[in-house]
């Protein structure tokens, strides 16, 4: 028997780490169908992803390991939460942030992620492309557009008023929504072409 492909290693490699992380509870239930649908396919596996979400994020410093999520939502929020997690105690900045989708496919060659780069226009993502062309190793990024960030707090003091905050969740949660309806056109797309 012939020995296994570099793709099809690093591909059972990614396997093996998402299914761990989806025994543990650790995948975005908006992103957990798509993400198990390229798991099962051939040529195709996810890296890592992020269905988009709303947080504050504390920042205690310049590089990332100095960043820590002070509370984080991969779902539309309520005015309620939002004012209760800006109200506790914060030790750096905290920032007011919406992320969209990120999602990283690994492809066992160019024409598999031509594909994905078909898929991703037919559902209207308008970012994304090849990060890594290898021999056998070709990923692609994908990410949604819709995004704010503002610093909401300093040194445990407001800045916005909470007027303020309530109206930039009025315009967070519907792009939030609009986020999760990209993920699906997305998945119905990879439905009609994967393998």
């Known amino acids: 028997m012939a020995g296994k492909t570099r793709f099809e290693m690093i591909k059972e490699r990614h396997s093996k780490t998402y299914l761990q992380a989806l025994k543990q509870g650790k995948v975005d239930p908006q992103i957990e169908s798509l993400c198990s649908f390229i798991e099962k396919t051939e040529n195709y596996y996810t890296s890592s992803s992020c269905s988009g979400r709303i947080m504050f994020l504390e920042k205690t410093g310049e590089k990332k390991k100095e960043n820590n999520f002070h509370r984080r939502w991969h779902r539309t929020i309520t005015k309620e939460e939002l004012i209760e997690g800006i109200n506790e105690k914060a030790k750096g900045t905290l920032w007011f942030k919406?992320?969209?989708?990120?999602?990283?496919?690994?492809?066992?060659?160019?024409?598999?992620?031509?594909?994905?780069?078909?898929?991703?226009?037919?559902?209207?993502?308008?970012?994304?492309?090849?990060?890594?062309?290898?021999?056998?190793?070709?990923?692609?990024?994908?990410?949604g557009t819709g995004r704010m960030e503002f610093i909401a707090k300093e040194k445990n003091k407001q800045l916005p008023t909470n007027e303020y905050?309530?109206?930039?969740?009025?315009?967070?949660?519907?792009?939030l929504e609009k986020n999760y309806e990209r993920l699906e056109k997305l998945e119905k797309e990879f439905r009609k072409k994967l393998n």
Do not use: D, S
Request: charged share 25%; with cysteine; glycine share 8%.
């Open 165 to 175: 905050l309530e109206k930039a969740l009025e315009t967070a949660n519907p792009l």
């Open 98 to 143: 919406l992320e969209p989708f990120i999602l990283h496919i690994g492809c066992a060659n160019l024409e598999n992620a031509n594909t994905i780069l078909e898929c991703m226009k037919k559902a209207g993502v308008k970012r994304g492309g090849i990060i890594v062309a290898e021999k056998e190793k070709f990923i692609i990024e994908l990410q």
